[in-house]
């Protein structure tokens, strides 16, 4: 199949078209060429005003709840939803039914993800059902491809066991992903722990459960030399144990979700369920914070922490609703939405380049002779996200009604061309 993709605005420091506008002419899934203007008939042409391309975006960390958990999301409307949201790989967490603790369960992941549109990389859990007491077979994983390991949403809470993980895993130059979160303090915590979990009546989770683990871990980093990432950061005070971190030549990096950096607990005064998530939203001071850290290079890269629940999770008291939202849909508009002041080249290192570069995936230039792997999006579009037209098999999601920047055009990923219509949830 032949695509030929219009004067689009190439973001891609690798490439030598980065910030120039190009015809590229794509071929069985190999860019052909890149000119000023090309002639050449083919299948499908993609032309639009305002139009961008990049590399393929990837999303470090989702539950695509596939096995056993399909009423709520499988891979065929997991990988519908990230190509939607213009992600061409989405990281999945082991916690699922069974548990992806053994090399069969990559398998599953590997083998039924092959014909969708986008490269479904499964997390090898760290322990045996996530459970946090015997480590799983990590180097079978590994050599069946696993992209990374996590227990996922149970973070791991011996450090005797997390040091052994990261000595396991160094000899094959895996990356542990850890929540950062002491599940002992704030245990029954609903929400950010300040002024408003008071004025709610809300039992509070206070940061400091996340800053423990990060401080611990790290110096867990340093004594094993390993690399471990940390997702779902919330805290300035993480930031700066980060930081300082990377100063000192530690193999630590992170990622923060879109909806840390668009909400803040002032907006669970209506007790949306949709919001209650985990970690939970700060305040906006903290808010502004993880901005500024999105955008001077502190935070590596955006995880979209994408967590479908069927509404039966959702609609109901706060206090019983399950944690999570989706997000692979709305990612980028969100982002683009309140990191204004950032450069386009900026928000696609955080979707995409630099969770390419922790996690030693491929990276695909735009170039002539290379692979196509790419995301089409338009900054300039002003959208409102409506109910009921997300891709997602869940629409757990606190954004319809509202209006932000940004849409995203579609992915061509190889020989797959993945285009959004009119039914897509931003338009």
């Given at each position: 199949?032949?695509?030929?993709?219009?004067?689009?605005?190439?973001?891609?420091?690798?490439?030598?078209?980065?910030?120039?506008?190009?015809?590229?002419?794509?071929?069985?899934?190999?860019?052909?060429?890149?000119?000023?203007?090309?002639d050449s008939l083919a299948d499908k042409i993609i032309k639009r005003p305002g139009l961008y391309v990049s590399e393929g975006w990837?999303?470090?960390?989702?539950?695509?709840?596939?096995?056993?958990?399909?009423?709520?999301?499988?891979?065929?409307?997991?990988?519908?939803?990230?190509?939607?949201?213009?992600?061409?790989?989405?990281?999945?967490?082991?916690?699922?039914?069974?548990?992806?603790?053994?090399?069969?369960?990559?398998?599953?992941?590997?083998?039924?993800?092959?014909?969708?549109?986008?490269?479904?990389?499964?997390?090898?859990?760290?322990?045996?059902?996530?459970?946090?007491?015997?480590?799983?077979?990590?180097?079978?994983?590994?050599?069946?491809?696993?992209?990374?390991?996590?227990?996922?949403?149970?973070?791991?809470?011996?450090?005797?066991?997390?040091?052994?993980?990261?000595?396991?895993?160094?000899?094959?130059?895996?990356?542990?992903?850890?929540?950062?979160?002491?599940?002992?303090?704030?245990?029954?915590?609903?929400?950010?722990?300040?002024?408003?979990?008071?004025?709610?009546?809300?039992?509070?989770?206070?940061m400091m459960a996340e800053e423990l683990i990060i401080a611990r871990d790290i110096k867990l980093a340093r004594y094993t030399g390993?690399?471990?990432?940390?997702?779902?950061?919330?805290?300035?005070?993480?930031?700066?144990?980060?930081?300082?971190?990377?100063?000192?030549?530690?193999?630590?990096?992170?990622?923060?979700?879109?909806?840390?950096?668009?909400?803040?607990?002032?907006?669970?005064?209506?007790?949306?369920?949709?919001?209650?998530?985990?970690?939970?939203?700060?305040?906006?001071?903290?808010?502004?914070?993880?901005?500024?850290?999105?955008?001077?290079?502190?935070?590596?890269?955006?995880?979209?922490?994408?967590?479908?629940?069927?509404?039966?999770?959702?609609?109901?008291?706060?206090?019983?609703?399950?944690?999570?939202?989706?997000?692979?849909?709305?990612?980028?508009?969100?982002?683009?939405?309140?990191?204004?002041?950032?450069?386009?080249?900026?928000?696609?290192?955080?979707?995409?380049?630099?969770?390419?570069?922790?996690?030693?995936?491929?990276?695909?230039?735009?170039?002539?002779?290379?692979?196509?792997?790419?995301?089409?999006?338009?900054?300039?579009?002003?959208?409102?996200?409506?109910?009921?037209?997300?891709?997602?098999?869940?629409?757990?999601?606190?954004?319809?009604?509202?209006?932000?920047?940004?849409?995203?055009?579609?992915?061509?990923?190889?020989?797959?061309?993945?285009?959004?219509?009119?039914?897509?949830?931003?338009?």
């Amino acid at each position: 199949m032949n695509i030929l993709i219009q004067q689009a605005r190439i973001i891609d420091p690798l490439s030598p078209y980065n910030g120039s506008v190009k015809d590229i002419f794509i071929d069985n899934g190999t860019i052909k060429k890149i000119q000023d203007n090309i002639d050449s008939l083919a299948d499908k042409i993609i032309k639009r005003p305002g139009l961008y391309v990049s590399e393929g975006w990837a999303d470090p960390f989702s539950n695509f709840c596939d096995p056993g958990l399909e009423y709520k999301e499988t891979l065929e409307s997991g990988a519908a939803a990230a190509a939607a949201g213009g992600f061409t790989d989405v990281f999945v967490v082991p916690n699922t039914k069974p548990v992806v603790d053994t090399k069969a369960q990559v398998e599953y992941i590997r083998q039924k993800s092959k014909s969708l549109p986008v490269n479904i990389l499964p997390i090898g859990a760290v322990t045996k059902n996530a459970e946090g007491k015997e480590l799983a077979e990590m180097y079978d994983m590994q050599r069946s491809g696993a992209i990374a390991f996590s227990d996922g949403t149970n973070p791991i809470q011996s450090p005797g066991l997390l040091l052994k993980a990261l000595q396991y895993v160094k000899a094959f130059g895996g990356t542990i992903i850890q929540v950062p979160d002491d599940t002992s303090i704030g245990a029954n915590g609903l929400m950010n722990e300040g002024i408003i979990s008071t004025q709610l009546g809300l039992p509070g989770k206070p940061m400091m459960a996340e800053e423990l683990i990060i401080a611990r871990d790290i110096k867990l980093a340093r004594y094993t030399g390993s690399k471990i990432h940390f997702t779902g950061v919330t805290s300035p005070k993480s930031l700066e144990y980060i930081r300082r971190a990377k100063d000192s030549g530690l193999h630590v990096t992170c990622s923060v979700t879109p909806y840390h950096l668009f909400f803040s607990d002032d907006d669970l005064t209506t007790y949306d369920t949709n919001l209650k998530v985990y970690p939970p939203l700060r305040t906006k001071k903290d808010v502004a914070m993880l901005r500024q850290a999105a955008t001077d290079g502190t935070i590596d890269c955006v995880a979209t922490h994408h967590f479908p629940h069927e509404a039966d999770s959702k609609v109901l008291e706060f206090e019983y609703a399950k944690f999570g939202m989706t997000g692979l849909e709305t990612c980028y508009a969100a982002l683009n939405t309140v990191l204004s002041e950032s450069s386009q080249e900026n928000l696609c290192a955080l979707l995409g380049t630099n969770t390419r570069k922790i996690f030693n995936l491929p990276q695909h230039s735009i170039r002539e002779g290379e692979k196509c792997c790419l995301t089409l999006f338009d900054p300039s579009a002003e959208n409102i996200v409506r109910e009921n037209q997300f891709n997602s098999k869940s629409q757990n999601t606190p954004f319809p009604g509202k209006t932000l920047k940004g849409k995203v055009i579609g992915i061509v990923n190889g020989e797959t061309i993945n285009l959004n219509d009119q039914d897509s949830p931003l338009k």
